[in-house]
């Protein structure tokens, strides 16, 4: 969504982040809610896949939709929204990996405007 100034929030990555229910994980000692210039957002969902593609029941986690969001001055070109969405992932990747073995997460490159 553009507003008057030209400004856009722009989604770069979109998914789902999960954990067994039963681990007591506090996402925000992981994740930070700003990565350079973009913004990360999650809210608890219910899962949105009945089944693991190991066949493993997803009711035993707890998930989380995630969206990496960032904010444009003027509205960006195809080639700095894939540049932003890039650097996103780039600063996430270690973070992610740095979470818990028993954690997951799906993400994938979102360019909409919100």
């Known amino acids: 969504m553009s507003d008057q100034t030209g400004r856009a929030a ?4 979109q998914g789902y982040l999960w954990h067994p229910a039963q681990a007591d994980l506090d996402l925000e000692s992981y994740l930070p809610r700003e990565l350079d210039e973009a913004y990360l957002l999650w809210d608890v ?3 949105p896949f009945a089944f693991f593609e ?14 990496v969001l960032q904010v444009f001055e003027t509205r960006p070109s195809a080639d700095e929204l894939n540049r932003a969405a890039k650097n996103a992932s ?12 028993d954690a997951g997460w799906q993400l ?3 360019l909409r405007e919100l």
Request: glycine letters at 6%; zero cysteines; hydrophobic letters at 40%.
């Open 10 to 13: 722009v989604r770069l990555l």
């Open 45 to 47: 969902v219910a899962p």
């Open 54 to 67: 190991n066949g493993e029941p997803t009711s035993s986690q707890t998930f989380y939709q995630f969206t």
């Open 90 to 101: 780039e600063a996430l990747g270690p973070l992610l990996e740095a979470m818990p073995p």
């Open 108 to 110: 994938w490159e979102d």
